[in-house]
């Protein structure tokens, strides 16, 4: 029985680079379904993509994830495969795949991408979904194929981790930043709501939030519809993170933030 293959990437929808993948794994796994997490990742955006496949792996099906978001397409770069409890993931070694696959708990095994008879030859080097990491996604899963084939087995520790920034809580200030802006302006942190409790901040209350340099009062709510229309909040959002938001708004720009904004939650002691 084939498995799944969930597939993100950076490619968008302008050109045919999505359609061109799905047909590569359409041809190789007729029997697969594909899910899209998401093409709208920014080009070349490899923290944003690592962030979005971690966001979403939990939800996905057991089976395989394709993520292609790879700025140095055709350079020494490596493609991989990794093993996991929860499945294989396909992609390359450049960070993208590390938090994903930490998540799930961790790799088994890690084998480079190098076997001629599993890569679709082609004159340029540009196209690794199509090329090599489409059919090795592919061949997993139809099952017909195993890991070692792909080729060549590396060392765990020696693929590229993805740094992802920690809060910090320094006199009575947990300084975080803002991880991902979501189309409709929401702002998540990555800060969880235990931190802001562990602060003296509770669900319901105001919080102090600085942002950037400016200091805000916000209510701590549950729903948008808790505050005013147009008005600022606090909230769990529905990855267990606390995050900015405006009601009927954008938190970007009524902030001013953006990815990596330094968000400061301050206690009220």
């Not at 969880?192 to 319901?204: C, K, R, T, V, Y």
């Amino acid at each position: 029985m084939s498995l799944p293959i969930s597939f993100l990437s950076d490619f968008g929808y302008q050109d045919e680079f999505v359609g061109v993948v799905h047909g590569v794994l359409a041809r190789i796994a007729p029997n697969s379904r594909i899910i899209d997490i998401s093409h709208g990742v920014a080009p070349g955006d490899v923290r944003a993509g690592a962030l979005t496949l971690m966001r979403a792996i939990q939800y996905l099906p057991q089976g395989v994830a394709l993520a292609v978001v790879d700025p140095g397409v055709g350079t020494a770069r490596t493609p991989i495969a990794a093993e996991t409890p929860w499945g294989f993931f396909v992609g390359p070694d450049n960070g993208l795949l590390s938090p994903a696959v930490a998540m799930v708990g961790g790799a088994t095994r890690i084998v480079t991408i190098e076997n001629p008879d599993l890569v679709i030859p082609s004159e340029g080097a540009t196209f690794d979904g199509r090329d090599r990491f489409g059919p090795a996604a592919a061949a997993l899963a139809t099952g017909e194929v195993g890991l070692s084939d792909l080729g060549s087995e590396v060392d765990p520790s020696g693929v590229m981790p993805l740094m992802l920034p920690l809060s910090h809580l320094e006199g009575g200030i947990l300084a975080g930043q803002a991880w991902w802006i979501d189309r409709f302006g929401n702002a998540q942190t990555n800060v969880s709501p235990e931190e802001l409790n562990a602060l003296g901040i509770q669900p319901g209350s105001e919080v102090t939030v600085k942002v950037e340099s400016r200091d805000h009062t916000l209510p701590w709510v549950a729903a948008y519809g808790d505050a005013e229309p147009g008005k600022p909040l606090v909230h769990v959002d529905s990855y267990g993170l606390i995050a900015l938001a405006v009601r009927e708004g954008r938190a970007d720009e009524w902030f001013g933030l953006s990815e990596g904004t330094v968000i400061s939650f301050i206690s009220p002691d």
